[in-house]
């Protein structure tokens, strides 16, 4: 069964218009007007205009009326395509091999079998969102287990996030209103003059009268909402991207005889790829369906590849999570992801020593999903929680190094905890402490290490210190504490001591 996201981007016009003129003023009002003859109205408002009682569809006249400061900015539906467009093309390469546009606010794709890439589809909501917001960009994202469903959820909810169990789609949409299935505004406003008010009201009404009188649109979209008529997803593809296809004249379904093809054309692939130079960072497998519903599987690498027999692995170990249902009408391998790659020869044994590529098991370990791979590279900081970032796996070495003149732990806590101490200040050690409930008697104790405030980054640590020691308990334990502030001088901190590291 699919599982189907839709973005809602409501005011996409306007963030557009602020990220290409800095000037404006992000508390100023902005609308975007649409315009038809003489008749004027407001086609999308910013967050600042809608706390202001503005709302799209209100008369352009009355707009201004309202709001005196309002910056009112005529419509331009290519220019916001084309902002669309780009956002949709990012979302491919970030989160599923099915990916398309919802015209004229919103982005729809098919996260089925690419979700465990996220963390799975709570991680993976938030984490867009989020993202999303970075950009500088409102959002709202539902999934569901019908387009519909979850296009209907992202527009009508208030939370950022909605998540429909699977099989739970018609609990879920029966209480939305009409104006969530998509039809034209003249059909809902016929509708609720016949007295219906929900989604859930015309779901319980004979079809044959409502086909009569409105047409079969109307009966389509309730089918395509409550999953009995398929709404495939036709995915986006960018104009430089390399696909090969197979099609088939009788359906095939055997797994056998879809690694067979698949490893086709792996090798189709990888020979379009030489002659362009490229290697496949990111790969994907559709299959098309004879129901006419599709589904994918996303394979990355960690660095440009063209190893056939390596990306036909990465593939074959996945096959059985394909789902051949009546049959499967055509396959299809896009290198989503491309880079330049240049094949080099590789040093004799006898002159340099081999060195170990260990992007296979970084391939396969980032496959598995749920998890991210990185390796942790130093910082210039002295300041520990800011003398460390997470880089890819593959990433080159820059030659930075960690101070090495005091001893530091294996192991950080990822947030310093507080911790009661018995100490004479100024500049003693603890004598005992208690953390997490459990007094220790300080038997061995090494310090202080000062660390200054980076006074250049922060205007705050202007005269902040810290205190360090290296202390050891009764039983042959050692931690990493400090006390915050000189033991004089309160403005150089609280003058608290925390546990931060331990060692091994």
């Known amino acids: 069964m699919a599982r189907v996201v839709s973005v809602f981007l409501p005011t996409l016009p306007t963030d557009r218009i602020r990220r290409a003129d800095p000037a404006l003023c992000v508390e ?8 038809s003859g003489s008749k004027r109205w407001i086609a999308a408002a910013d967050q600042a205009a809608t706390k202001l009682g503005l709302r799209v569809g209100m008369a352009a006249a009355k707009a201004q009326a309202l709001v005196q400061r309002l910056i009112m900015i005529d419509a331009d539906p290519a220019a ?8 949709t093309l990012w979302a491919l390469s970030q989160y599923s091999p099915v990916v398309a546009m919802d015209s004229p606010d919103g982005i729809v794709m098919d996260t089925e079998g690419a979700d465990h890439l996220q963390g799975g589809e709570e991680l993976m909501l938030s984490g867009l969102v989020n993202r999303l917001r970075g950009r500088g960009l409102a959002a709202r994202a539902a999934i569901a287990d019908t387009w519909g469903a979850a296009h209907a ?13 699977r099989g739970e789609t018609d609990k879920a949409v029966n209480r939305l209103p009409l104006s969530s299935l998509r039809l034209s505004p003249e059909t809902v406003a016929s509708l609720r003059t016949l007295g219906f008010a929900t989604v859930g009201d015309l779901a319980g009404t004979p079809r044959a009268p409502l086909t009569l009188r409105f047409g079969p649109e109307l009966g389509r979209r309730l089918d395509q909402m409550f999953g009995r008529v398929a709404e495939p997803i036709d995915p986006i593809r960018p104009a430089e991207l390399v696909e090969v296809q197979k099609s088939f004249a009788e359906p095939i379904g055997a797994p056998e005889t879809i690694e067979k093809y698949v490893t086709r054309l792996v090798r189709q692939l990888c020979q379009e790829l030489e002659k362009r130079g490229l290697g496949v960072r990111g790969a994907d497998l559709i299959i098309h369906r004879v129901d006419n519903t599709m589904q994918a599987l996303r394979a990355g690498t960690a660095k440009p590849v063209r190893d056939i027999a390596w990306l036909t692995k990465l593939f074959r170990d996945r096959i059985e999570r394909i789902e051949p249902g009546f049959g499967i009408e055509k396959l299809s391998l896009a290198a989503i992801i491309a880079e330049p790659l240049i094949e080099a020869q ?3 044994p006898l002159v340099e020593e081999q060195i170990t590529d260990v992007t296979p098991l970084i391939d396969v370990l980032g496959n598995r999903g749920g998890q991210r791979i990185f390796r942790v590279a130093p910082v210039a900081s002295d300041v520990p929680e800011r003398c460390v ?6 990433a080159e070495e820059d030659g930075a190094t960690w101070p090495m003149h005091w001893l530091r732990p294996p192991r950080l806590l990822a947030r310093s905890e507080l911790i009661e101490v018995i100490a004479l200040l ?11 409930g459990k007094r220790r008697r300080v ?10 405030g980076e006074w250049w980054k922060r205007s705050a640590e202007w005269i902040a210190v810290r205190d360090y020691f290296v202390v050891e308990d009764d039983a042959g334990e050692r931690f990493w504490i400090f006390r915050s502030g000189d033991g004089v ?5 609280s003058h608290k001591w925390f546990l931060h590291g331990v060692f091994a």
């Open 80 to 87: 916001d395509l084309q902002a669309l467009e780009r956002l």
């Open 346 to 348: 590789s040093a004799s």
């Open 489 to 493: 001088d309160a403005e150089t901190g």
């Open 28 to 35: 100023t009002p902005l609308v975007v007007i649409a315009r």
């Open 426 to 436: 100024p500049d003693h050690p603890p004598v005992s402490f208690i953390w997490r």
């Open 153 to 165: 959820l992202a527009r009508t909810s208030s939370r950022e996030t909605v998540i429909v169990a």
């Open 443 to 452: 038997k061995r104790a090494d310090g202080s290490e000062r660390i200054f």
């Open 389 to 394: 970032q997470r880089i890819a796996p593959t």
